[in-house]
């Protein structure tokens, strides 16, 4: 044992008082180190958004699948450690296009299944005003912007989205997109734009992806540390709960994610493949891995 780890180990214990020798101060000093950002962690569970991070965030709604080489390496996964699905995607979207996972919490976090047990946030429902925003939306879209209907598993429209990456004129749609969130902010819905995303999403409530990562740890009965891997900013919350948070880079990514570590979105089957190598020890030193936050 280095005289540095001795002494730390010491200093802990004398600090704590709770050590009754000065071995027992050494494994606290042990566990404190291994909560340290530059620490190997052991992955216990594997949450996951979907657009842009386990699929590709270029396609339309009805190309969009997870590559076969990522779908074949989370099949892996998911036979060691609980693997879940945190997304803005409603549950008839995401469910049948991931079925490594083990559950899946749909439309930010206001849908969750588990199994053949779905649970829903109270204020899930189609609201006149989110009734009224979608007619305006789908007024001013047409033949400019495409509107997304989000339904929850009763079959009724509880949200939408207005997207324009394929735009024939950008700018004005972009312009007309513009004008769509401007009267849906005047309205009591929520509107979340994401930036630098030539997209956004319109809900009933609030939606917070952390919550429903704590709420998916709890009923999965997760005690060990939870990876969560996200693109854009509504991963935030997520992102600040999780153990090892992990960002993907793609075209669209913003620079304000709160994450700690980076990862190319062309180099994700490599990364699952180093983690399921390494018996799910997240290494900051993994090749994959961009930087970190200071």
């Known amino acids: ?44 569970a594997l949450f996951t958004d979907y657009d ?31 693997v879940a699905v945190i997304t803005t995607k409603s549950l008839e979207f995401v469910v049948a296009r991931t079925p490594f996972a083990c559950a899946w919490s749909a439309l930010g976090g206001l ?3 588990i199994g053949e047990i779905t649970s829903r946030a109270s204020c899930l429902k189609t ?82 992806k952390g919550k429903a990562l704590l709420d998916l740890k709890q009923k999965l009965g997760v005690l060990d540390s939870v990876m969560y891997m996200g693109d854009s900013a509504v991963d935030n919350p997520a992102f600040e709960l999780a153990d090892v948070a992990v960002g993907v880079v793609h075209a669209e990514t913003p620079k304000n994610l709160a994450c700690d570590y980076f990862v190319r979105f062309e180099d994700m089957v490599g990364f699952f493949w180093c983690l399921l190598e390494n018996d799910f020890l997240f290494d900051p030193n993994f090749p994959m891995i961009l930087h970190k936050k200071a």
């Open 127 to 208: 609201t006149r005003d989110l009734a009224t925003a979608l007619r305006y939306a789908k007024r001013m879209s047409e033949g400019v912007l495409a509107v997304e209907e989000k339904r929850d598993s009763r079959g009724e429209v509880v949200a939408f989205s207005v997207d324009w990456r394929f735009a024939d004129n950008p700018d004005r749609a972009e312009k007309t997109a513009m004008m769509v969130l401007s009267f849906c902010e005047s309205l009591p819905v929520v509107a979340f734009r994401y930036k630098g995303q030539p997209f956004f999403d319109v809900f009933p409530c609030v939606v917070n």
């Open 111 to 113: 849908e969750t299944r």
């Open 1 to 44: 044992m280095k005289a540095e780890a001795w002494a730390d180990g010491l200093v802990l214990w004398r600090f704590t008082r709770k050590a009754k020798a000065t071995r027992n101060g050494i494994i606290l000093w042990a566990a404190v180190r291994l909560k340290q950002k530059n620490a190997v962690t052991i992955v216990g």
């Open 52 to 82: 842009g991070t386990i699929s590709p965030i270029n396609v339309s709604r009805l190309e969009s699948r997870v590559p076969p080489e990522i779908m074949l390496v989370l099949n892996r996964i998911r036979q060691r450690i609980p």
